[in-house]
């Protein structure tokens, strides 16, 4: 895509989906016990972190917008 192509709803929530998918792959590689990644959630707002614990979080800036990549561990 060209710097002034608009992006869509659709492609913005699947490109921010595929980092995920890569950065939660690439953390399971180097974490030495086995678990479970659960699908990524990409939402215009924060969703509810009751009961999870925050193990990292990325600011980012895209086209002057504020993004946030976290990494959550869910109860139980």
């Known amino acids: 895509m060209g710097p002034d192509d608009p992006v869509g709803d659709e492609d913005f929530r699947d490109a921010l989906g595929e980092v995920a998918n890569v950065v939660g792959g690439n953390v399971k590689s180097l974490v030495p016990e086995s678990g479970r990644l659960t699908l990524p959630e990409v939402t215009h707002e924060r969703p509810s972190s009751d009961g999870c614990s925050l193990l990292h979080e990325l600011a980012l800036s895209w086209r002057g917008r504020a ?3 976290s990494l959550w561990q ?3």
């Open 67 to 69: 993004i946030v990549i």
């Open 74 to 76: 869910l109860p139980g």
